[in-house]
């Protein structure tokens, strides 16, 4: 069962342009949402992160909306630029006393044409 | 600041035999995650690491997979015997304790195929 469903799969912005990638979960114990950017040949790096007391967060051009009611949050992605070219992964997270139960969505593959 | 490093970086071996993994994760952080992210998918949890002990291992193939970190540092992931699904770049990850996601990173992976 997928915990975490991220939409689209692949992704092609021009340059300047916004890019907004999509994310849907169903178990409502998730409490923290992390956006994740991943260059190829390297490992995941954090980006932002969200917790659902508030709505939106925003980090330089990267902001991430946050609907607790339909269980969604997004990430958009302002001025695109060549260099977020990427795979992009959200996921979300239940707490534990001493674990973290991360559940990552499938990706999506941006591409920021110059 | 050294990250997370982590050998090989690749690996190719034929199905049944044995493979080993190893981590080294920046220092002072007390959490160590192993990772499995099969091509064209999300990272999936194997195990994580409270110092040297277990706290969560529920998504390791028991059968064939096993993890130690036996002095609370570095840390092996061992195979065995390897069967084609186990194709995909695994992941070491390490952050200061559990619950501070904030602090986690991640090493670049080692990347199996197994033929």
């Known amino acids: 069962q997928q915990q975490v469903k991220q939409s689209p799969q692949s992704l092609i912005v021009q340059k300047g342009g916004i890019s907004i990638i999509n994310c849907a979960y169903e178990?409502?114990?998730?409490?923290?949402f992390p956006w994740y950017q991943q260059f190829p040949g390297k490992g995941p790096a954090l980006l932002i992160a969200i917790r659902p007391d508030v709505s939106e967060k925003k980090e330089g051009r990267f902001t991430i909306s946050f609907n607790k009611s339909a269980k969604q949050f997004s990430l958009h992605i302002m001025d695109s630029q060549p260099g977020d070219s990427a795979t992009y992964f959200c996921?979300?997270?239940?707490?534990?006393?001493?674990?973290?139960?991360?559940?990552f969505g499938k990706g999506t593959r941006l591409h920021i044409l110059p | 600041e050294a990250g997370v490093a982590q050998s090989p970086r690749y690996k190719i071996i034929e199905k049944r035999q044995s493979v080993a993994f190893w981590c080294n994760p920046i220092s002072g952080h007390a959490t160590l995650y192993w990772y499995q992210q099969i091509l064209g998918q999300g990272p999936k949890l194997l195990i994580q690491?409270?110092?040297?002990?277990?706290?969560?291992d529920s998504q390791l193939p028991k059968d064939r997979f096993s993890a130690e970190r036996l002095k609370g540092v570095d840390s092996t992931l061992k195979i065995q015997p390897a069967k084609l699904e186990d194709s995909a770049v695994y992941l070491c990850?390490?952050?200061?304790?559990?619950?501070?996601?904030?602090?986690?990173?991640f090493g670049p992976g080692t990347r199996l195929l197994v033929l």
């Open positions: 996921a979300a997270v239940r707490p534990g006393d001493r674990d973290d139960k991360i559940i």
């Open positions: 178990n409502t114990a998730f409490d923290y």
């Open positions: 990850a390490s952050s200061l304790g559990a619950g501070e996601l904030e602090t986690q990173y």
């Open positions: 690491f409270q110092n040297n002990g277990v706290v969560d």
